[in-house]
């Protein structure tokens, strides 16, 4: 019973991080667009930074999280890559289905690379995080595998539906297929270059503050 309770609590915390528009979700749409199922991929490359992560939070990984300079670096780090991944969104073209596979290894890629730069998530699990492997740390070694595996289901699911209902709101434009894809791409872009430039002020703010 009292696992159970605190897998509903794991679940109900994991979504407020899960459902908050961020520049994973930005580029799931964008991959969406042209892969149906880009958000599993996503979700994938997220999970293989996630999982081994939450192991490493309980042996003591935490601290460094906390530490100033490692966030700054994270930061400045993280927010280059989304600047870089913003203006290749912005200069890209809709995908032809030939193209397919380098889409694939793109959206496992990205969600690896987003989840390991990005300092806000590396936070949310220093802190949230870590307080949610505690708990499960103490009902024993199974709560743990679940606790693992409930919270990667909540951003498998809504990043597989983002990346589905973009698909399909892109398919179902018929010949303005390709337009559509172009905004998208352009509203993406955009948006990841802004949470690339806030990335960078925030860490240049904690740098010289």
Not at 2 to 20: H, M, P, W
Not at 99 to 111: A, D, P, Y
Request: proline fraction near 3%.
């Amino acid at each position: 019973m009292e696992l159970t309770i605190f897998l509903f609590k794991a679940v109900a915390i994991s979504l407020t991080g899960v459902l908050a528009p961020g520049p994973m979700t930005a580029a799931t749409i964008a991959h969406g667009t042209r892969r149906r199922f880009a958000g599993a991929e996503i979700a994938l490359g997220h999970a293989m930074v996630e999982i081994p992560l939450i192991g490493l939070l309980l042996i003591g990984l935490h601290l460094v999280f906390r530490m100033h300079a490692f966030q700054i670096a994270v930061g400045l780090l993280g927010g280059v890559f989304l600047l870089w991944l913003g203006v290749g969104m912005l200069r890209q073209k809709p995908q032809l289905p030939s193209e397919v596979k380098q889409i694939n290894r793109s959206s496992v890629l990205t969600g690896f690379v987003l989840s390991a730069a990005n300092p806000y998530f590396l936070l949310w699990w220093a802190t949230v995080g870590l307080n949610l492997a505690l708990s499960a740390k103490q009902l024993g070694p199974i709560a743990i595998v679940l606790f693992a595996i409930v919270h990667w289901l909540c951003d498998l699911v809504w990043l597989t539906i983002i990346s589905l209902a973009a698909f399909y709101t892109h398919r179902g434009a018929g010949l303005l297929g390709q337009n559509l894809q172009r905004g998208i791409l352009l509203v993406c872009g955009i948006a990841l270059l802004f949470f690339g430039g806030s990335f960078i002020w925030d860490a240049l703010k904690a740098f010289y503050g």
